[in-house]
């Protein structure tokens, strides 16, 4: 049996940069490979980011990443299975990481938009960001106007 893909390239004026959305029932290695693909591509722009867990470092990709936060003088990179440690600043590693899926929230936190399953803004002077996995952080005063244009203009 052999696999096909069928592929489709729409042109889109209002599109600025591409997206990539695989349509399918159910992931398989096929899915796992093209995904793998086009990680391979995009890595020498976002590269992965190095993360340090029980003795092992490990290479964690930029879209598995929920939140990168301080905790005391350690900088933690959350993703849905662990909490990684990070050996860098957190500015030094908001350089690396791409501009359009992540976004400071405080001083002490970046997170990934594409992993954010609502902002709250019930509440006068605060908004609360809740992650897919249930996790919620804060959104610093600082960082409201930036947060709430995302939530009107997306």
Not at 51 to 75: A, F, M, W, Y
Not at 132 to 141: F, L, P, T
Request: charged share 35%.
């Amino acid at each position: 049996m052999t696999s096909m893909v069928d592929l489709e390239v729409v042109l889109d004026e209002e599109c600025f940069e591409p997206k990539v959305k695989i349509h399918t029932k159910s992931r398989t290695d096929l899915v796992e490979k093209i995904i793998g693909a086009i990680e391979k591509v995009t890595a020498t722009e976002f590269p992965f980011v190095t993360g340090h867990l029980n003795g092992k470092v490990e290479l964690i990709s930029q879209r598995d990443i929920v939140r990168v936060r301080t905790e005391g003088r350690r900088l933690i990179c959350d993703t849905d299975e662990d909490s990684f440690v990070v050996r860098r600043s957190l500015t030094s590693l908001e350089e690396v990481l791409d501009r359009d899926r992540f976004c400071r929230i405080s001083q002490s936190e970046i997170i990934n938009l594409y992993k954010v399953k609502c902002f709250d803004i019930s509440m006068a002077g605060t908004i609360i960001v809740e992650f897919d996995n249930g996790i919620q952080s804060w959104v610093a005063r600082r960082y409201m106007k930036t947060i709430r244009d995302i939530c009107y203009d997306r």
